[in-house]
């Protein structure tokens, strides 16, 4: 069981908005930057969003993330069949003295 | 560019270990640290544990005390990770990335990962 709560799914028509939160605690997301990773099935996972908010060159404006207290989210504007894939998010838990990720969050364009 | 290029898939016994490997390239292999991270079939991921080149330190998951090995080779800009004692709970692939500077906290590259599948 993830130390970081996401929702199994979420899902939107083409060109809409979809929002993933991630849910922590104190000791992790309450205490450190918060990073997101998409997965496309069957390769390796890639870096979207780093220090709750930034984004690697490369990564397009319609991903965003912000944290707020023990929470984090990421938004996908503008959503586009390519988006489908499993997105986790990931801190560092400093109770368990470990990196944690989320339970992931599989996004379907409809 | 920054490349990691990880061993092949493997098949072993129950009972038995392996050690995978993750030739890195395209970065000061010393400035970052190198970590492991797992995903069984149709799970999510899972963090293992990494390893400082610099001067060979390790942090690993609780999980995997007592049973998980990680080492660096500074000569050949490689990290290995050996997992002994193996369970079918074992199969997965396994993906090493770059945290790209002591203290960044993310992972800005992932290798192509290895598949281990642990079966009798």
């Known amino acids: 069981q993830s130390v970081l709560t996401q929702p199994p799914s979420v899902s939107a028509a083409s060109g809409q908005k979809v929002t993933i939160s991630c849910s922590g605690s104190s000791s992790n997301i309450g205490n450190d930057y918060v990073s997101w990773y998409q997965q496309v099935p069957g390769t390796a996972p890639k870096l979207l969003i780093y220090d709750n908010s930034k984004r690697p060159s490369g990564i397009p404006e319609r991903f965003s993330g912000s944290r707020s207290g023990s929470s984090a989210t990421l938004d996908i504007s503008g959503l586009q069949a390519g988006d489908e894939a499993d997105y986790y998010c990931e801190t560092w838990d400093t109770s368990l003295n470990f990196y944690v990720f989320g339970s992931g969050t599989k996004v379907t364009v409809l | 560019q920054v490349q990691l290029v990880q061993s092949g898939a493997e098949v072993k016994k129950p009972g038995a270990s392996v050690k995978l490997s993750c030739k890195t390239s395209?970065?000061?292999?010393?400035?970052?640290?190198l970590h492991w991270v797992r995903q069984a079939p149709g799970q999510g991921l899972e963090y293992m544990g990494m390893a400082n080149p610099i001067n060979g330190d390790t942090n690993y998951a609780q999980k995997f005390y007592g049973r998980v090995r990680m080492t660096t080779d500074t000569s050949t800009s490689t990290v290995y990770m050996e997992l002994r004692s193996l369970t079918s709970k074992d199969t997965a692939v396994y993906f090493c990335?770059?945290?790209?500077?002591?203290?960044?906290?993310?992972?800005?590259?992932w290798g192509q990962g290895a598949l281990v599948t642990v079966s009798s």
């Open positions: 990335a770059r945290e790209p500077a002591v203290g960044a906290k993310y992972f800005d590259f």
């Open positions: 395209g970065f000061t292999f010393t400035m970052s640290y």
